[in-house]
């Protein structure tokens, strides 16, 4: 019996770090969806089921709390991690969260763990 890809949302500003996150992850066994638009992130969650919503540092502070939110109106039981740098802090809440700097491994190694959790 093959065995389902875990699935990983990764919303961001910036296109090249998505792309790279989502080709690393890619190539570590998960299915990756990415969106540079809240609008488009919706979409691409009320399309398909998502296990771990990750969001990058290129999200500002203000706005993320009301991304998480408008994902887990359309998938609750996604879990939610944050790329952080020492120049965006990292809003109280349940999430996972890995440094922008730490490198693959990871961020391959923290997303396996939220979706354990």
């Given at each position: 019996m093959k065995s389902v890809k875990p699935s990983v949302l990764i919303y961001g500003y910036d296109v090249s770090l998505l792309e790279t996150r989502s080709w690393v992850l890619g190539r570590n066994g998960f299915e990756v969806g990415k969106a540079s638009h809240l609008r488009e992130a919706e979409a691409v969650a009320s399309a398909r089921p998502i296990d771990l919503f990750l969001m990058c540092h290129t999200i500002p502070a203000?706005?993320?709390?009301?991304?998480?939110?408008?994902?887990?109106?359309?998938?609750?039981?996604?879990?939610?991690?944050?790329?952080?740098?020492?120049?965006?802090?990292?809003?109280?809440?349940?999430?996972?969260t890995v440094d922008a700097l730490a490198g693959a491994a990871e961020l391959i190694r923290v997303a396996r763990r939220a979706i354990e959790t």
């Open positions: 203000q706005e993320r709390r009301s991304a998480v939110a408008a994902i887990q109106a359309v998938r609750p039981q996604a879990k939610v991690m944050l790329v952080t740098t020492a120049t965006h802090p990292v809003p109280e809440g349940p999430w996972h």
